[in-house]
């Protein structure tokens, strides 16, 4: 059974930094490319970035490109995403995916943890 468990959220600062980790169990890790999507109070779900298996390429949507890094450590089971210069249009609940595939093209987001609350506010 797969499970996704996501931490590092919180309140921070326009133009601070926050790190979320998503901890991945139930699957073999390294096989499969995870990411992170995000949903603001009423909007739709958003793709934000991906990172495929073996050789970890990254995809970003535009409107976190250049602010937000996506890394993973197969050993730990562990997916990041670094998130600096945040705004309030940052401010969503942000979940931890996978599809199970290796790589991120068409990437859905099928399997996602319960997600983890990131709010910018002065």
């Known amino acids: 059974q797969v499970q996704l468990v996501e931490s590092g959220g919180g309140l921070v600062q326009p133009g601070g930094s926050l790190r979320l980790s998503c901890v991945a169990s139930?699957?073999?890790?390294?096989?499969?490319?995870l990411g992170w999507f995000r949903q603001a109070p009423g909007k739709e779900l958003e793709e934000v970035s991906c990172?495929?298996?073996?050789?970890?390429?990254?995809y970003y949507s535009d409107s976190v490109k250049e602010r937000f890094t996506i890394s993973r450590d197969d050993g730990k089971s562990t997916v990041y995403l670094q998130m600096n210069s945040l705004n309030a249009d940052d401010t969503a609940v942000y979940y931890c995916?996978?599809?199970?595939?290796?790589?991120?093209?068409?990437?859905?987001?099928?399997?996602r943890g319960q997600g983890t609350q990131v709010t910018v506010s002065s």
């Open positions: 990172i495929s298996s073996r050789e970890a390429i990254t």
């Open positions: 995916a996978t599809d199970l595939l290796y790589g991120c093209l068409g990437f859905s987001g099928n399997y």
């Open positions: 139930g699957i073999t890790f390294d096989y499969y490319a």
